[in-house]
């Protein structure tokens, strides 16, 4: 079924969404660059030395988050039919 005119979105054209995430992606980049101008304060000496600290420590982050969820399903998965029985 081919969306109609009354119920079709901006995003659901392919350009759109192209355009959007070359967007975000330049976005990221400038503040990346911007991160990495001002002066920072940091409590230990690896968030003043390493590039990107905090973009590489919340990608890590983020993986770990879901990394523990896929754990935590699987640890608390129950069968299909456990409330039929």
Aim: aromatic content about 12%; some cysteine; glycine content about 6%.
């Amino acid at each position: 079924m081919s969306p109609t005119p009354e119920n079709h979105r901006w995003l659901d054209h392919p350009k759109n969404a192209r355009k959007l995430f070359i967007g975000l992606i330049l976005v990221d980049v400038a503040l990346l660059v911007i991160g990495e101008l001002i002066h920072k304060h940091g409590h230990f000496d690896a968030e003043i030395s390493v590039p990107a600290f905090y973009a590489i420590f919340g990608f890590f982050a983020y993986c770990s988050i879901i990394a523990g969820a896929v754990l935590l399903r699987k640890m608390i998965k129950r069968k299909e039919d456990y409330y039929d029985e």
